[in-house]
T-cell receptor
Framework: GENVEQHPSTLSVQEGDSAVIKCTYSDSASNYFPWYKQELGKRPQLIIDIRSNVGEKKDQRIAVTLNKTAKHFSLHITETQPEDSAVYFCAARDSSYKLIFGSGTRLLVRP | GAGVSQSPSNKVTEKGKDVELRCDPISGHTALYWYRQSLGQGLEFLIYFQGNSAPDKSGLPSDRFSAERTGGSVSTLTIQRTQQEDSAVYLC????????????FGPGTRLTVT
Protein backbone atom coordinates (compact mmCIF):
# COMPACT_ATOMS: atom_id res chain seq x y z
CA GLY A 1 0.00 0.00 0.00
CA GLU A 2 0.84 3.67 -0.15
CA ASN A 3 3.38 5.11 2.26
CA VAL A 4 4.03 8.84 2.69
CA GLU A 5 7.09 10.26 4.40
CA GLN A 6 7.29 13.91 5.42
CA HIS A 7 10.27 16.07 6.39
CA PRO A 8 11.19 17.94 8.46
CA SER A 9 9.16 17.12 11.57
CA THR A 10 9.74 20.62 12.91
CA LEU A 11 10.69 23.82 11.14
CA SER A 12 11.43 27.21 12.65
CA VAL A 13 11.77 30.26 10.41
CA GLN A 14 11.99 34.00 10.86
CA GLU A 15 8.95 36.00 9.82
CA GLY A 16 9.30 36.95 6.17
CA ASP A 17 11.49 33.98 5.28
CA SER A 18 10.37 31.05 3.16
CA ALA A 19 9.45 27.59 4.43
CA VAL A 20 9.68 24.35 2.49
CA ILE A 21 8.19 21.01 3.53
CA LYS A 22 8.89 17.88 1.53
CA CYS A 23 7.05 14.60 1.11
CA THR A 24 7.72 11.39 -0.75
CA TYR A 25 5.25 8.70 -1.68
CA SER A 26 5.61 5.10 -2.74
CA ASP A 27 2.62 4.24 -4.93
CA SER A 28 3.08 5.43 -8.51
CA ALA A 29 -0.71 5.10 -9.01
CA SER A 30 -1.40 7.90 -6.51
CA ASN A 31 -2.92 10.82 -8.37
CA TYR A 32 -3.87 13.51 -5.87
CA PHE A 33 -1.73 15.28 -3.29
CA PRO A 34 -3.37 17.68 -0.84
CA TRP A 35 -1.80 19.72 1.93
CA TYR A 36 -3.65 20.39 5.17
CA LYS A 37 -2.96 22.97 7.87
CA GLN A 38 -3.97 22.10 11.41
CA GLU A 39 -3.92 24.65 14.18
CA LEU A 40 -3.87 23.47 17.78
CA GLY A 41 -7.12 21.82 18.74
CA LYS A 42 -8.74 22.46 15.38
CA ARG A 43 -9.69 20.41 12.36
CA PRO A 44 -7.34 20.00 9.38
CA GLN A 45 -8.01 22.61 6.73
CA LEU A 46 -7.21 22.02 3.07
CA ILE A 47 -4.87 24.79 1.93
CA ILE A 48 -3.73 23.62 -1.49
CA ASP A 49 -3.69 20.49 -3.58
CA ILE A 50 -2.21 19.21 -6.82
CA ARG A 51 -3.17 16.47 -9.22
CA SER A 52 -0.79 14.15 -10.97
CA ASN A 53 -1.21 15.83 -14.37
CA VAL A 54 0.20 19.12 -13.05
CA GLY A 55 3.75 19.94 -11.98
CA GLU A 56 3.19 23.10 -9.98
CA LYS A 57 0.34 25.09 -8.51
CA LYS A 58 0.35 28.46 -6.75
CA ASP A 59 -2.12 30.28 -4.54
CA GLN A 60 -0.82 33.62 -3.31
CA ARG A 61 2.03 32.85 -0.86
CA ILE A 62 1.61 29.10 -1.10
CA ALA A 63 2.84 26.81 -3.86
CA VAL A 64 3.10 23.07 -4.33
CA THR A 65 5.38 21.23 -6.72
CA LEU A 66 5.13 17.62 -7.83
CA ASN A 67 7.80 15.40 -9.35
CA LYS A 68 6.06 12.22 -10.46
CA THR A 69 9.25 10.56 -11.64
CA ALA A 70 10.90 10.94 -8.27
CA LYS A 71 7.60 10.51 -6.40
CA HIS A 72 7.98 13.56 -4.26
CA PHE A 73 6.07 16.78 -3.73
CA SER A 74 6.76 19.90 -1.74
CA LEU A 75 4.95 22.78 -0.09
CA HIS A 76 6.49 26.24 -0.35
CA ILE A 77 5.34 29.14 1.80
CA THR A 78 6.85 32.52 1.00
CA GLU A 79 6.89 35.66 3.14
CA THR A 80 5.91 33.67 6.21
CA GLN A 81 3.76 35.29 8.88
CA PRO A 82 3.19 34.31 12.53
CA GLU A 83 -0.31 33.10 11.62
CA ASP A 84 1.29 30.48 9.36
CA SER A 85 2.46 28.70 12.53
CA ALA A 86 0.68 25.35 12.64
CA VAL A 87 1.15 21.68 11.84
CA TYR A 88 1.14 20.92 8.13
CA PHE A 89 0.27 17.50 6.72
CA CYS A 90 0.85 16.22 3.24
CA ALA A 91 -1.18 13.33 1.87
CA ALA A 92 -1.42 11.12 -1.17
CA ARG A 93 -4.59 9.59 -2.51
CA ASP A 94 -4.04 6.07 -3.70
CA SER A 95 -5.96 4.05 -6.27
CA SER A 96 -8.41 2.89 -3.59
CA TYR A 97 -9.51 6.47 -2.79
CA LYS A 98 -7.84 6.55 0.60
CA LEU A 99 -5.82 9.56 1.74
CA ILE A 100 -2.55 8.43 3.27
CA PHE A 101 -1.04 11.17 5.41
CA GLY A 102 2.50 12.09 6.28
CA SER A 103 3.47 12.42 9.92
CA GLY A 104 3.24 16.22 9.92
CA THR A 105 5.56 19.22 10.15
CA ARG A 106 5.29 21.65 13.01
CA LEU A 107 6.04 25.10 11.57
CA LEU A 108 6.95 27.94 13.89
CA VAL A 109 7.27 31.42 12.44
CA ARG A 110 9.21 33.66 14.80
CA PRO A 111 8.13 37.32 14.84
CA GLY B 1 -23.51 26.04 4.13
CA ALA B 2 -23.04 23.80 7.13
CA GLY B 3 -19.81 21.86 7.32
CA VAL B 4 -19.13 18.38 8.60
CA SER B 5 -20.30 17.98 12.18
CA GLN B 6 -19.35 15.37 14.76
CA SER B 7 -20.67 14.45 18.16
CA PRO B 8 -19.81 14.30 20.91
CA SER B 9 -16.90 16.72 20.81
CA ASN B 10 -15.36 15.01 23.84
CA LYS B 11 -15.96 11.58 25.31
CA VAL B 12 -14.41 10.11 28.42
CA THR B 13 -15.12 6.45 28.99
CA GLU B 14 -13.89 3.67 31.21
CA LYS B 15 -11.82 0.85 29.80
CA GLY B 16 -14.04 -1.96 28.60
CA LYS B 17 -17.07 0.19 27.78
CA ASP B 18 -18.50 0.65 24.28
CA VAL B 19 -18.66 4.05 22.61
CA GLU B 20 -20.44 5.44 19.57
CA LEU B 21 -19.13 8.41 17.62
CA ARG B 22 -21.32 10.21 15.14
CA CYS B 23 -20.55 12.05 11.92
CA ASP B 24 -22.93 14.20 9.91
CA PRO B 25 -21.41 14.98 6.50
CA ILE B 26 -21.95 18.01 4.31
CA SER B 27 -25.34 17.79 2.64
CA GLY B 28 -25.06 16.15 -0.75
CA HIS B 29 -21.70 14.53 -0.07
CA THR B 30 -21.93 10.86 -0.89
CA ALA B 31 -18.45 9.84 0.29
CA LEU B 32 -17.55 9.78 3.97
CA TYR B 33 -14.25 8.93 5.62
CA TRP B 34 -13.10 8.17 9.17
CA TYR B 35 -9.58 8.86 10.42
CA ARG B 36 -7.86 8.59 13.78
CA GLN B 37 -5.27 11.03 15.08
CA SER B 38 -3.30 10.03 18.13
CA LEU B 39 -1.68 12.77 20.21
CA GLY B 40 1.00 14.55 18.20
CA GLN B 41 0.66 12.11 15.31
CA GLY B 42 -0.59 12.15 11.75
CA LEU B 43 -3.96 10.98 10.54
CA GLU B 44 -4.55 7.26 10.20
CA PHE B 45 -7.19 6.12 7.69
CA LEU B 46 -9.85 3.86 9.19
CA ILE B 47 -12.69 3.35 6.72
CA TYR B 48 -14.64 5.08 3.98
CA PHE B 49 -18.19 4.89 2.67
CA GLN B 50 -19.61 5.51 -0.76
CA GLY B 51 -23.31 5.87 -0.06
CA ASN B 52 -24.05 3.24 2.57
CA SER B 53 -21.40 0.83 1.34
CA ALA B 54 -17.93 0.43 2.85
CA PRO B 55 -15.77 -1.22 0.17
CA ASP B 56 -12.56 -1.11 2.19
CA LYS B 57 -12.47 -1.92 5.90
CA SER B 58 -8.78 -2.75 5.98
CA GLY B 59 -7.89 0.32 8.04
CA LEU B 60 -9.96 -0.63 11.06
CA PRO B 61 -7.44 -1.44 13.83
CA SER B 62 -9.25 -4.48 15.19
CA ASP B 63 -12.58 -6.27 15.19
CA ARG B 64 -13.61 -4.09 18.13
CA PHE B 65 -14.08 -1.28 15.60
CA SER B 66 -17.08 -1.10 13.30
CA ALA B 67 -18.85 1.59 11.33
CA GLU B 68 -22.10 1.99 9.54
CA ARG B 69 -23.86 4.58 7.47
CA THR B 70 -27.56 4.74 6.89
CA GLY B 71 -29.59 6.79 4.47
CA GLY B 72 -26.43 7.87 2.72
CA SER B 73 -25.88 10.52 5.36
CA VAL B 74 -25.02 10.08 9.04
CA SER B 75 -22.33 7.60 9.98
CA THR B 76 -21.57 5.99 13.32
CA LEU B 77 -18.20 4.60 14.37
CA THR B 78 -18.52 2.11 17.22
CA ILE B 79 -15.68 0.94 19.41
CA GLN B 80 -16.46 -2.04 21.62
CA ARG B 81 -14.62 -2.93 24.82
CA THR B 82 -12.51 0.22 24.64
CA GLN B 83 -8.83 0.07 25.51
CA GLN B 84 -6.50 2.87 26.58
CA GLU B 85 -4.73 2.75 23.25
CA ASP B 86 -8.02 3.75 21.61
CA SER B 87 -7.60 7.23 23.11
CA ALA B 88 -7.27 9.64 20.18
CA VAL B 89 -9.15 12.23 18.17
CA TYR B 90 -11.48 10.60 15.69
CA LEU B 91 -11.98 12.73 12.60
CA CYS B 92 -14.62 12.40 9.94
CA UNK B 93 -14.42 13.89 6.45
CA UNK B 94 -16.74 13.99 3.48
CA UNK B 95 -16.46 14.66 -0.24
CA UNK B 96 -18.91 15.04 -3.09
CA UNK B 97 -18.09 11.52 -4.19
CA UNK B 98 -15.17 9.16 -4.43
CA UNK B 99 -14.22 10.78 -7.73
CA UNK B 100 -14.15 14.19 -6.03
CA UNK B 101 -10.76 14.77 -4.57
CA UNK B 102 -11.32 17.40 -1.88
CA UNK B 103 -12.14 16.05 1.57
CA UNK B 104 -13.54 18.38 4.20
CA PHE B 105 -12.99 17.51 7.83
CA GLY B 106 -15.22 17.75 10.86
CA PRO B 107 -13.99 19.07 14.23
CA GLY B 108 -13.36 15.60 15.57
CA THR B 109 -14.30 13.68 18.70
CA ARG B 110 -11.65 13.49 21.38
CA LEU B 111 -11.93 10.08 23.01
CA THR B 112 -10.22 9.42 26.32
CA VAL B 113 -10.27 5.92 27.76
CA THR B 114 -9.42 5.80 31.46
Amino acid sequence: GENVEQHPSTLSVQEGDSAVIKCTYSDSASNYFPWYKQELGKRPQLIIDIRSNVGEKKDQRIAVTLNKTAKHFSLHITETQPEDSAVYFCAARDSSYKLIFGSGTRLLVRP
Amino acid sequence: GAGVSQSPSNKVTEKGKDVELRCDPISGHTALYWYRQSLGQGLEFLIYFQGNSAPDKSGLPSDRFSAERTGGSVSTLTIQRTQQEDSAVYLCASSLGLAAYEQYFGPGTRLTVT
